[in-house]
């Protein structure tokens, strides 16, 4: 990992480490709760009101993405 945050071995493990088909597969057929759900249409719509056109959000995703990649 390139990222300037050291992390501990333990949660590197965690964060780092492959799932098996049967768990992805459990994950992805799992429930979404009310609270996830609200969660993330609160975060679509603020976005949305953030970034209301389509080049706006494409700016954004660019300037994020540089960001992410560093210098």
Known sequence: MTDK??????????TERSLTPDEARAYLESPV????????LA???????????????????RSAHARWRGP
């Open 43 to 61: 975060l679509i719509h603020w976005f949305q009101q953030r970034y209301p056109t389509p080049l706006e959000r494409l700016r954004y995703v």
């Open 33 to 40: 709760s009310d609270d996830e759900r609200s969660d993330a």
């Open 5 to 14: 945050t050291p992390l501990s071995a333990a949660l590197r493990s965690a």
